[in-house]
């Protein structure tokens, strides 16, 4: 089983529609939980950090299940400029800093 | 943005030689990172920094060197390039354990 796992889409949207991301975990004793968003043959961007109490940022909101072990990432009025790869990120445990990636859903927004 | 820079972007190499790849921040942040991102894999972990002179491997570290003589540089060598090393290489830096990662503008290097 993938450390962090999501599903690859892609998601075709017109613009303006809602659409949810979802994300699995397997370490429980994960803290830290970001979303990034890349776009192609770019850097990954840190589009935000994911608390326990869900954390909005304008249309996009977070949410994170710690006994589910789920995070999920909402996307409100779509606009063309969200077509990307979002990246849902977990700490690994430990003191080393590291990130797990998973491997990203890309979304389309369509006009 | 973070102040990450990568040098160089783009590098085309013969099988076998020698290449280093340099990453620069000017964020005095004390850890930093070196990933590889391929089709189908996403990115994965090289080899990390948590301090000057301080490095550990990542999970795919076989063929890869790494060296940290100042905060500022992290230095990624392949000692004798193969063409699975063919691949995108994002730089990234950190404050410390469980703070986000800003990543740099990545090289892109073809292994011929």
């Known amino acids: 089983r993938k450390e962090v796992e999501q599903d690859p889409g892609p998601f075709n949207v017109p613009e303006g529609a809602t659409v949810a991301f979802n994300c699995t975990y397997s370490n429980s004793a994960s803290q830290s939980f970001f979303w990034y968003r890349q776009d192609c043959r770019k850097e990954p961007k840190l589009l935000m950090s994911?608390?326990?109490s869900g954390n909005e940022d304008g249309r996009f909101t977070a949410q994170l299940n710690r006994a589910s072990q789920y995070i999920s990432l909402l996307i409100r009025d779509s606009k063309l400029s969200d077509s990307a790869t979002y990246l849902c990120?977990?700490?690994?445990?430990?003191?080393?800093?590291?990130?797990?990636f998973g491997q990203g859903t890309t979304l389309q927004v369509k006009p | 943005d973070a102040g990450i820079t990568q040098s160089p972007r783009h590098k085309v190499t013969e099988t076998g030689t020698p290449v280093t790849l340099r990453c620069h921040q000017t964020e005095n942040h004390r850890y930093m990172y070196w990933y590889r991102q391929d089709p189908g894999h996403g990115l994965r972990l090289i080899h990390y920094?948590?301090?000057?002179?301080?490095?550990d491997k990542g999970e795919v570290s076989d063929g890869y060197s790494v060296s940290r003589s100042k905060t500022e540089d992290f230095l990624l060598t392949l000692e004798s390039a193969t063409s699975s090393q063919t691949s995108v290489y994002f730089c990234a830096i950190s404050a410390g354990v469980g703070y986000e990662q800003y990543f740099g503008p990545g090289t892109r290097l073809t292994v011929t």
């Open positions: 990120v977990v700490n690994s445990a430990g003191n080393t800093g590291k990130l797990i």
């Open positions: 920094s948590y301090g000057v002179k301080d490095t």
């Open positions: 994911v608390y326990s």
